[in-house]
């Protein structure tokens, strides 16, 4: 079964950390783009974070840019998130994507709130 599965998200206070993991299973990273998004209450999904298959050259969103760090374990079929310096407009349900060509896949998504 092809699945994509979130966690490591929580309550946390402005400043902590937070770190996501995205596992699959059924299928293989390597090959996908992986791409962190968020969406907070009210707000668009948005895509902060992303790794690339080829080289695991990353990009960020500027709004997480040095607060942010994507990751790529190969052995594990895993990708992380690692997040610093946490905000209150941080707050949002965390979703991982996987790319390749024209599939898509998604996990159900994990809750990060950032309140004291």
């Known amino acids: 079964q092809v699945q994509l599965v979130e966690s490591g998200g929580g309550l946390v206070q402005p400043g902590g950390s937070l770190r996501l993991s995205c596992a699959a299973s059924?299928?293989?990273?390597?090959?996908?783009?992986i791409t962190w998004f968020r969406q907070a209450p009210g707000k668009e999904r948005e895509g902060i974070s992303c790794i690339s298959p080829v080289d695991d050259s990353t990009d960020y969103l500027a709004a997480v840019k040095g607060r942010f760090t994507i990751s790529r374990d190969k052995a594990k079929n895993t990708v992380y998130l690692q997040m610093d310096s946490l905000k209150p407009e941080d707050t949002a349900i965390y979703y991982c994507n996987a790319n390749f060509l024209s599939t898509d896949h998604w996990g159900q998504g994990t809750q990060v709130t950032v309140s004291s």
């Open positions: 059924g299928f293989s990273l390597d090959f996908y783009a």
